[in-house]
């Protein structure tokens, strides 16, 4: 849990699970037996995201659009009590997580589904990737619906007495996962579309420790934590909704939700970039 030293790289490896989320469920929604990469699952689940993206990549089009791929993957920016301290969700609307297999999928450490070669099409790999985040948060809030039952649990740090280092606790009701009623009546449109969707997971980190340099202005603006995500994910498979809800950048209404395709897509879009000094080369490994 303690392994990484830069909280931003938590909340990308919380994206990276929502991916696959998204790409597990839509591998069995659209009857694919086996898929080698992400493409061959977008492929048949997003077509005209997958075109619009071969497009670009031929020169046929020069603005990035998620089209039927979107509010896929959100990320929303809110406040937390302090202005340094965000609360950040991430919603993905995938394959939803049952209860019982909390513990052994988004609350466990090292229990990775996703080390065998048939799940090439997934980012993660470890299992571990989430749980790194935990450290740069107040609390973690994991609400996920799976047949049509929000699941949820609350993981928070804790000092206990005769333990060397901080504990991390979830709770639960013995062993049980809880379970929330949707009494909902007002409430953001993404928490909204969460709730209605027919499956899926929201994790809210609250209180996020992240480097001025990706809060200090609107998420979506150069540098900031929209072009965060564009490097981590480089040659990401979906697009990722950015939506910048803290009061100080409401008034900003044109830049409240933008996506982030990944750095391989916006050096085909970007307008700066230099496509005669653009190209590409074969690196020969292992014959």
Known sequence: INSLRDPEKGVIE????????????????????SASSPDIIVKKAFPRYYQHRKDIL???ETKAQALDATDKIVVAINDGSQSNKPTIDIIDKGTGIDGPQFSSTILSINGSNKL??????????????????????????????????????????FELAGCKNFTFLYLGNGDKILTLK???????????SFVDSESGTLVRMIETEIPREYRMNDVVKPGMLGDLINTELFNVALPIKLIENRSNFLENKNAQARNSFGSYIKMHTWKYAKTDLSGSFVIDHNN
Request: net charge positive; hydrophobic share 35%.
């Open 116 to 157: 065998s070669t048939d799940k090439n099409y997934l980012i993660g790999t470890f299992g571990q990737g989430g749980s790194t985040s935990l450290p740069f948060t107040y609390a973690t809030l994991i609400i996920s619906k799976y047949n049509n039952i929000f699941h949820f649990t609350i993981i928070k740090r």
């Open 182 to 192: 949707n009494d909902i009546v007002e409430s953001d449109e993404y928490i909204k």
């Open 14 to 33: 919380r994206i990276t699970n929502a991916i696959d989320a998204v790409l597990e469920k839509e591998k069995i929604r659209c009857s694919i037996s």
């Open 58 to 60: 031929e020169g046929k």
